[in-house]
């Protein structure tokens, strides 16, 4: 890799190393079990981080909604992260803990959904992807874990995904259930980081 993309790699390195405790909390790793969507929130918020840091100018990342006031003020569903220009136009709610932005949707360029690990393209992936889609022009689901035996399974992953459609799929490694072998992917990373530093 070159001297850059040693850089980002490590950026995974560090990401993986503050995700893994929580993702891995199953009874199968015996390790107490937390709640999916804290997982979930633990590894955004951290991406997130990771993510301001290559975001062009005037460009911002945060957990929040998405408004449409042309449409009576309709409001998106919850959103991980949310890829937006300019300051929050509508209200941001912060405090040491946390950071909640309502953006408008003329402001909204990404949302990616999180989850810390995926097995299966679900009905409610596809639900949340198509009622996102009308507040945001890209939808992009990132997962830590693609629980997958094989390559080919990943990228099979990835296409049901984009068929239901998330314009991106990425994973920091995928894992297979039967031996608990770990294979992280840095090119899902760097092209990650790329696509967001050309975000506009």
Same mark, same amino acid.
């Given at each position: 890799?070159?001297?850059?993309?040693?850089? @980002?790699?490590?950026? !995974?390195?560090? !990401?993986?190393?503050?995700?893994?405790?929580?993702?891995?909390?199953?009874?199968?790793?015996?390790?107490?079990?937390?709640?999916?969507?804290?997982?979930?929130? @633990? +590894?955004?918020?951290?991406?997130?981080?990771? #993510?301001?840091?290559? !975001?062009?100018?005037?460009?911002?990342? %945060?957990?929040?909604?998405?408004?449409?006031?042309?449409?009576?003020?309709?409001?998106?569903? /919850?959103?991980?992260?949310? @890829?937006?220009?300019?300051?929050?136009?509508?209200?941001?709610? /912060?405090?040491?803990?946390?950071?909640?932005?309502? *953006?408008?949707? %003329?402001?909204?360029?990404?949302?990616?959904? *999180?989850?810390?690990?995926?097995?299966?393209?679900?009905?409610?992936?596809?639900?949340?992807?198509?009622? +996102?889609?009308?507040?945001?022009?890209?939808?992009? $689901?990132?997962?830590?874990?693609?629980?997958?035996?094989?390559?080919?399974? *990943?990228? %099979?992953?990835?296409?049901?995904?984009?068929?239901?459609?998330?314009?991106?799929?990425?994973?920091?490694?995928?894992?297979?259930?039967?031996?608990?072998?770990?294979? #992280?992917?840095?090119?899902? $990373?760097?092209?990650?980081?790329?696509?967001?530093?050309?975000?506009?």
């Amino acid at each position: 890799m070159a001297r850059y993309d040693d850089a @980002i790699a490590q950026e !995974l390195d560090v !990401l993986i190393g503050e995700a893994t405790p929580y993702s891995l909390s199953s009874p199968s790793f015996g390790n107490p079990t937390i709640h999916d969507f804290v997982k979930g929130l @633990i +590894l955004a918020t951290n991406i997130i981080k990771v #993510i301001k840091k290559y !975001l062009p100018e005037g460009y911002y990342a %945060d957990w929040g909604q998405i408004i449409d006031k042309r449409s009576g003020n309709a409001l998106s569903n /919850e959103s991980d992260i949310i @890829i937006y220009k300019g300051k929050p136009g509508c209200k941001t709610i /912060e405090n040491q803990s946390m950071r909640f932005v309502l *953006v408008d949707k %003329d402001q909204a360029r990404v949302v990616i959904q *999180v989850k810390s690990g995926i097995d299966a393209v679900k009905e409610e992936d596809k639900k949340y992807c198509k009622s +996102l889609s009308k507040f945001v022009p890209q939808v992009w $689901f990132f997962t830590e874990c693609c629980w997958a035996n094989s390559k080919s399974r *990943v990228r %099979d992953m990835g296409k049901k995904l984009k068929k239901a459609g998330y314009k991106q799929f990425f994973y920091l490694y995928s894992m297979n259930d039967n031996r608990n072998c770990r294979c #992280i992917d840095y090119s899902q $990373f760097i092209k990650f980081i790329e696509l967001i530093k050309k975000i506009k």
